[in-house]
C-alpha cells in the first residue's frame, strides 16, 4: 500500500482538490483545464420489518454518487455526477419497506463559481447550481458558499436549498444548510467537525402535520482528509443530535448514525 501512494504522489505534476468536509463545500475550485474523478458513499442504518413478520430489523441503507470534476475556467467549476441507491435484496427485508434514501438512481449536473480569489474579500464567497434527473423527480438546487481562512484554519458555511418536482405531482422545498471547520495538520492531513442539517417541507399538498420523516433532524461529527498529491480521501462520521429518544421506524431515513466516505483522483 505505501508503494502505491509513493507511486500516486510521483506521477504527473496536477495537483488534487480535496474536500475536508464531506457535506459542507469550501471556495476551492480546479484550475481550467484539469480533471477530477471523485467516489462518495453514504452509509446509514435504518430500520425495517421481515417480511414475515416479528421484529424490526436493523440493516445498513448505502447510496453512491460517481462525480466528475471540470475546471472550466479561474473559479468555476463543472460536476457531472452518476448517482445510485442500491436496494437491499434479501429475505430480512420485506420490498415495500425499504427506506428511500434523498438521491435516486440518476444523473446530476452542477456548476460551481467564485466571486474572488482566496483572501481577497473578507470572506470566500461563491455560488453553486444543480439540476437532478433521476427516477422519482426532477430537482433544483442552489448553495450560496462561504468560507473564512484564519491562518490553517478554515471555517465553511453552505446555505443551501432545493425544489423538487416529483413525477407523482408532489413538490417538496428542502431546506438542507451546512456548518464546518477544518485545521491544516500537515499539507496530507486535515482534520475537522462538520455539521448539516435537512427539513423536507411538501406544498403539494402540505401534510396535516409535520412528522420526524420529514425532519429537520440535525447531524454532526468528525471529519478526517489525507491527501497524497492527486489522491486523496475524506471520512466523516456523523451522529443525529436532534431527537435523541426517537425510536427509528420502517420508510424513516434519519438514522442515529451516517457515514460518509469520499475518495478524490486528479486524472
Not at 100 to 114: A, D, F, S, V, W
Not at 212 to 232: C, D, R, T
Request: hydrophobic share 40%; proline share 7%; net charge negative.
Amino acid at each position: 500500500m505505501r508503494a502505491v501512494v509513493v507511486l500516486v504522489m510521483l506521477t504527473g505534476t496536477a495537483v488534487a482538490n480535496p474536500r475536508a468536509l464531506p457535506f459542507t463545500y469550501t471556495t476551492d475550485t480546479l484550475a481550467p483545464g484539469q480533471v477530477e474523478v471523485e467516489q462518495y458513499a453514504d452509509l446509514v442504518p435504518l430500520r425495517a420489518m421481515p417480511p414475515a413478520g416479528g421484529n424490526l430489523t436493523t440493516y445498513l441503507a448505502s447510496e453512491f454518487f460517481t462525480e466528475l470534476e471540470i475546471g472550466l475556467a479561474d473559479r468555476l467549476e463543472l460536476g457531472l455526477y452518476f448517482t445510485l441507491v442500491p436496494n437491499p435484496a434479501d429475505n430480512t427485508i420485506a420490498a415495500n419497506d425499504v427506506t428511500e434514501m434523498p438521491e435516486g438512481n440518476g444523473l446530476k449536473q452542477r456548476l460551481r463559481y467564485i466571486f474572488a480569489d482566496p483572501g481577497e474579500w473578507p470572506i470566500d464567497t461563491g455560488v453553486y447550481g444543480e439540476l437532478t434527473e433521476n427516477e422519482r423527480e426532477i430537482e433544483l438546487e442552489g448553495k450560496i458558499l462561504l468560507q473564512r481562512r484564519f491562518g490553517k484554519l478554515r471555517v465553511a458555511s453552505n446555505l443551501w436549498a432545493e425544489y423538487e418536482f416529483y413525477f407523482t405531482g408532489q413538490r417538496d422545498i428542502v431546506i438542507n444548510p451546512t456548518l464546518g471547520a477544518t485545521y491544516e495538520v500537515t499539507r496530507s492531513l486535515h482534520v475537522g467537525v462538520d455539521s448539516w442539517m435537512r427539513g423536507e417541507y411538501p406544498r403539494n399538498p402540505p401534510p396535516a402535520m409535520r412528522t420526524f420523516a420529514l425532519g429537520p433532524e440535525a447531524y454532526v461529527g468528525p471529519a478526517v482528509m489525507n491527501s497524497f498529491g492527486k489522491l486523496w480521501w475524506t471520512v466523516g462520521v456523523y451522529a443525529r443530535v436532534t431527537d435523541a429518544g426517537h425510536t427509528l421506524q420502517p420508510g424513516e431515513v434519519y438514522g442515529p448514525i451516517w457515514i460518509r466516505s469520499m475518495i478524490g483522483y486528479n486524472i
